[in-house]
Structure formats: structure tokens, C-alpha cells
């Protein structure tokens, strides 16, 4: 393939980076997709669930392709002790919202759709530096070929070396990632639908917080695909560091709670993977653009865990989108200055999906409180053994349970002050 | 109920993944300044356990699972020796079920 011609660069065929391309693709724009895996999706790990709102909008009725796993039924969350656990699940009465997925396929599948819609995709490609002219992207260098082109989109992932490279961002602080790991446990899927109560093919999804990550900050994850489990932890880096506790150490925490050993029981882990996780938000980043290039996915930020619900790949794609709409107006202009792509920042700010990720802008701070890890979950269990439990000991009202249940545990300013963080927060 | 989960070794974790060796070293540590990191948060962050301590500091590439986490760790906290990149384009872990 002549690496000549094209007018846009896009780095990465994640979510963000197929969706960029293919928006451009579709308006004739001659796109190269550079991916440095073997195939798109082969160095992709997440926890599981993707929100199909995303990919509607990218494809219209056509996002139904998508090879889905299972569409995701129930919610669910456990706050766990070492030998008890207090769970919470809701049943949506329409499971089509979401749905969980493999990235080898899924990253594949959408990169192929940006093919078809007109983008170049080359694949074993690490692209290492940014063509800089005074200052200005004007392309790419991956390996020996110095690809020239009108501007670049940097899809690079959390480690972005581009948008580094551009000076748009330095050196990330351990507190502001997390690092990922999950088992992929094959379980047959009637077997799975029986435990995690499912009719067939439907999904679940559910988060444990507590003593699985030791009282580091993170927690634990459970997405059902067709016929695995994906049983994941992430952890904060920084704890992680500054508390000596390896971390694939975690996963095993996690599989012998007895909440959970339940529902892998007899299974067969046949993949282990892991993945850093931005936790900063878009400011990792001092602006998401300069002259030449826009950033967008993880290497802008574009993800939101909110203790809840964990976005990445619809915020990859809708950010993808603004880019790829970003380019095709500066285009028009024939301007790609930073001052013409400046627009990129307005879009990211006023779409209401990645809004969120502004209205949700001090949950990284709050989730930074450890409490929530290390006293919150005991507090909850041992609070609902006290309710439940009938001993023939005289019982108390349930208010006066959980004041029992808080000394020596947590002051009450705190209890206090942590409940008014969290309701302004969320 | 109460039988203990069979735990899966790290060794047995990184079985199941495939590697594509990359000759060119992608990783490199300047060990000497390992002696002196307090803390040594590469030998606790990384989920391939890359990074082990005997006496110094040794590290074997071929498992590395690319989450770029020691570079930051070990900037911010320990002693600054890791220079990491991506393997080439094509090496390095590729992963079928992520």
C-alpha cells in the first residue's frame, strides 16, 4: 500500500480511532487507520460492557452487527467482608442499553466497518514520533516510513505517547491510573444463566467492592459472555505501589470469596489479561487538541468510572465521532491550525454524552477516599447481620444498629462529611 | 461449600496468553539506580510480575502484558530507571479475549 495521499492520520484502531476513521471515511476523506497490533482489538482488554447509545449513533441500525456477547439484564453491586457479603441487584426491564463484548472482536468488527466505508487500515505498525514542523502535526513516522498528511488524530490509548510528543500532556501520577486485570473463566452458558439467575443469552454485570481489594482503592468486576465469565480487578497504581501488594495477587483474593467462587466454580480460566485505566479525566491532558492534531479515547481521557458504571468504549466512540466532525469543518477551511480545531474542545463540552464526564468531574477525588474500601463495605455487612441475625439476645431499632456499628470504625464527622461529598458529587 | 478455590499461579495465568517476541529490547532498566529505589513499585504493580528482586533488580520482557503502569510508578515513585515503549509494531502480547 503507498502510504501517500492521505489526508488524515488516525492512530490506533480502538473504538475512538474506527469511529473517527470511519466518520471521515463516509465523507470521502482519505484516511489511514494505523494499528500496532497483528489485528485491531489484540492488545485491547476491558472490563466487558459496551453502551449501545454509542455505536447507534455511528452506524444507525446497522450497529446490530455487533458481535454481542450478551445484552446485560441485571446490575448488580456486593459490598464484601471476608466471610460476608451485602448485594444489591436490579433487573432492567430492557436489557438492549448495553451489552457485553470480546475486543477482539469488537474492535476488529468496527475497524472493518471503517474499511468498508473507505479507510486504509494497516496493522503492525507502531507509530513512534509526530512529523513537527514548527510546532505544527503534518504526520506520522512508523518505523522507517515518514507518512505525511493534513492532520492527525491520536488514538494512542492511556499511555499516549503522541499527545506527549505534541506536549499536550506529561507523565501521568500513579494516582491518576489504574491497572486493570481479569480472568476469562469458560462456564457453559446454561450453567452460568442458572447461577446468575438468566433467561437465555441474557447478561449481567456486577461490581464488588471491599475486602477483594484488600481496602485498596478499586474493586472488582463480573461481565457474562456467551459461554466465560470475565472476572476482573482494578486498583489504583498508586496504592498499589505504596502498599506492596502485587497486584495479580488481587485476582485471587477476588475468585475465593465465597460470593464468588460460587459462580466460577468448575470453570476454566482460559485467558488472563490486563490494561492501564486513565482515571484523570479529559485534564490528563491541557487541551485535547493542537495545530495538526485532536486526541480522543483513553488518550484524552474520554472515560468515566463513577464508582457505578464504568464507560469507556461508548465515550471512545462518541469523542471518535466529535474528532472525525471536528476535522471535516476545518476541512472546509482547508485550516487545521489550532485555532480552526479549537472547536474540537466546544464539541467534546456541549455532547451530551461526554458531558458526563464534566457533571461527573470530582468523583476521582472523592473515590480517592479510602473509606469507602477499607470501613464502608464492613460497615454495611456487619449492619445487615445485625439486622437479620435473631439470636434471642434483645434486638435494637436498626437506627441505633448503625450507630453501634460506626464507632471506632469512623468519627462521625466523617460518616457525615463522606454522605454530603457523595450526594454532591453523584 | 467451603473447598478453596484451585488458585491460579501467575505462571499458569501467563500460559494462557500468547507473546510474539520482540528482538528489539523494549524495555530497558538501568539497574544500578534500582539499588537505591526505596520503594521499588515496579515489583508490585505490574500484573505480569515482569519485575523481581534478587539481590538486584532482573526483569524478563516476554511477559510483558504492555499496560505501561511501571514507566508512570516508577517516575513518580521509585528510582526513575524504566525507559519503556511498545514492542514493534506486530510484537509483544496479543491478547483473544480482552
Known sequence: MSLEGFEVAVVGAGPAGSAAALTLAREGVQVLLVERGTFPGSKNVFGGRIYSYALK????????????????????????????????????????????????KFDKWLAEEAEKAGASLITDSRVDDLVLERGIVKGIIAGPDKIPTDVVIACDGTTTNLARKAGLASMLEPREVSIGMKDVIELPADKMEERLGLEPEEGAAHVFVGECSGGLRGGGFLYTNKDSLALGMVVGADDISTKKVPSHTLMDRLRNHRKVRRLIRGGKT?????????????????????????????????????????????????????????????????????????????????????KDMYTFSKVPRYLRNNRLYNVYPELVCNAAEAIYRVDGNRKRKIYKELRTQTKGKVSTISLIRDLLAGARTF | MSEKQEDMSLDKRLALVSFNKDPEPFIVVDTKLCQQCEKKPCLYICPAQVYTWQDQLTYNTEGCMETGACLIVCHKIGAKAISWKYPSGGKGVSFRLG
Open chain 1, 57 to 104: 449513533r455511528l452506524l444507525g441500525e446497522r450497529w446490530k452487527d455487533a458481535p454481542v456477547e450478551r445484552f446485560v439484564r441485571k446490575e448488580g453491586i456486593t459490598f464484601m467482608t471476608a466471610d460476608s457479603s451485602f448485594s444489591v441487584e436490579y433487573e432492567s426491564k430492557d436489557p438492549t442499553g448495553s451489552f457485553t463484548s470480546i475486543r477482539s
Open chain 1, 270 to 354: 482460559i485467558e488472563y489479561d490486563a490494561h492501564m485505566i486513565p482515571e484523570a479525566g479529559p485534564k490528563m491532558l491541557t487541551r485535547p487538541y493542537t495545530g495538526g492534531m485532536l486526541v480522543a479515547g483513553d488518550a484524552a481521557g474520554h472515560l468515566l468510572n463513577n464508582g457505578y458504571t464504568f464507560r469507556g468504549v461508548d465515550m471512545a466512540i462518541v469523542s471518535g465521532i466529535a474528532a472525525a466532525q471536528t476535522i471535516l469543518e476545518a476541512r472546509k477551511r482547508k485550516d487545521y491550525s489550532a485555532q480552526s480545531l479549537q472547536t474540537y474542545a466546544r464539541r467534546l463540552r456541549e455532547e451530551p454524552a461526554l
